[in-house]
C-alpha cells in the first residue's frame, strides 16, 4: 500500500475574526474550568473530523461511520460543556 496523501483546500475565514473576548468581572476557576472542558470537546471534534476525513481518503468506509458517531457523541459533550457554562456564568454573574 502508498502512503495516505490528503490533499487539503484553502483554508476559509470566518465572519468572525480572532479577537479578544470582552472582560469579565468574574476570574473564577469554575468558569475556567468549563471553557477548557468545551475546548477540549472542540478539538476532539476537530481530531475526530480529520480521521473520517483520512478514512474516506483510504476508502475505509466503516471505520469512517465509527468515527462519525464519535462525532455525534462528542458533539453532545461539547453541547452540555457549553450549556453549563452559560448557566454558571448566569447563575454567578461571571
Known amino acids: 500500500m502508498g502512503n495516505l496523501v490528503v490533499e487539503r483546500g484553502p483554508v476559509h475565514q470566518t465572519s468572525i475574526k480572532n479577537k479578544p473576548m470582552p472582560e469579565r468581572s468574574c476570574p473564577c476557576l469554575r468558569q475556567q474550568e468549563l471553557i477548557d ?26 471505520l469512517a461511520a465509527e468515527l ?19 448557566q454558571h456564568r448566569k447563575d454567578h454573574g461571571c
Request: hydrophobic share 40%; charged share 35%.
Open 37 to 62: 472542558e468545551v475546548q477540549r470537546h472542540l478539538i476532539g471534534i476537530s481530531e475526530l473530523t480529520r480521521s473520517i476525513a483520512e478514512a474516506l481518503a483510504n476508502g475505509n468506509e466503516i
Open 68 to 86: 462519525d458517531k464519535e462525532v455525534d457523541l462528542e458533539l453532545g459533550r461539547k453541547e452540555r460543556g457549553v450549556g453549563a457554562l452559560r
